[in-house]
Structures are given as C-alpha cells and as structure tokens.
C-alpha cells in the first residue's frame, strides 16, 4: 500500500477495483455485523421478493469503497464522511467494480473529495456518493 502527501495528490486521481460476490461474502458478514435478515441469507425468502434471489448487504458493498479509497490514498488517509444512495441491489454472483476519483482537496485543512460509484454487471449504477478524507503525516515503510 502507498504513503503519500496531500501534495502528491491530484484532480482526477483514480482507483478502480472488481469482485464477484459470493455467498460466502454475505454469510461472514451477515454474521460478522449480526444481521441475520432473510433478504440476505435465506434463498427461499429472498426468490420470493421483487429482487428474486438474495441481496447482498448495502454497508457490505459501501464497505468495498473503504477499500478501494485506501489503495487510492494509501496509509496517510482516513475518512471524515461518505454519502452513499443505493439506487439497484446487488445479487450473489453479481460482478461489481468499484471507482473512486479525486474531485477537490483542500490542501489547508488537509481534507480530499472523492467522487464514489460502485457498479454491477458491466454498467448498472448501484451506489453512488461522495467520500471526504483527511491526509495525514505517517512515517511508515515496510
């Protein structure tokens, strides 16, 4: 994982990333977080609702941008907010990928604005928002 400055970030700086979800990504966080809802974990149920088959977790996709924002800005970044609208659900075996793009930053307060979208199956828009992190000196090199 990278360790940069607010310096060394730009407008238009971007990281992209890609999963598969897989039944075994809900369960463990199903169980992780203690949600034990049917939407996501009971096939029956779930083939029953307008989504026709299980759902996975919205947080647990939200999740996968924390991820991706930290191989964007590396070891010297942490989150100060992320706005996220879920405009689709995302199935098992649904393919997601997940951007993030530098938008602004404010070198003074040290604060960065990410642009944060998350699709599924080639294109379909699942969640889209917006992240603001703060950079942070780090002496780190592995």
């Known amino acids: 994982m990278k360790n940069i400055s ?8 971007r990281e992209v990333w890609t999963r598969t979800i897989t039944d075994a990504d809900v369960v463990l966080y199903g169980g992780l977080i203690g949600d034990r809802g049917p939407l ?6 779930a083939t029953r609702t307008r989504f026709g088959g299980r759902v996975a977790y919205g947080m647990q996709c939200g999740g996968y941008i924390g991820a991706t924002l930290a191989q964007l800005l590396g070891v010297g970044s942490a989150y100060v907010s992320q706005n996220m609208r879920f405009t689709g659900p995302v199935l098992i075996g649904d393919h997601i990928t997940v951007e993030t793009v530098v938008t602004g930053k404010n070198e ?3 604060r960065v604005f990410v642009s944060t979208t998350v699709t599924k199956n080639g294109g379909q828009v ?5 992240a603001e992190l ?7 090199n592995p």
């Open 6 to 13: 607010i310096d060394q970030v730009s407008v238009g700086d």
């Open 40 to 45: 996501h974990l009971d096939e029956d149920f």
């Open 108 to 110: 003074e307060r040290r």
């Open 126 to 130: 699942v969640i889209e928002g917006e």
């Open 134 to 140: 703060v950079m942070f000196a780090v002496d780190w």
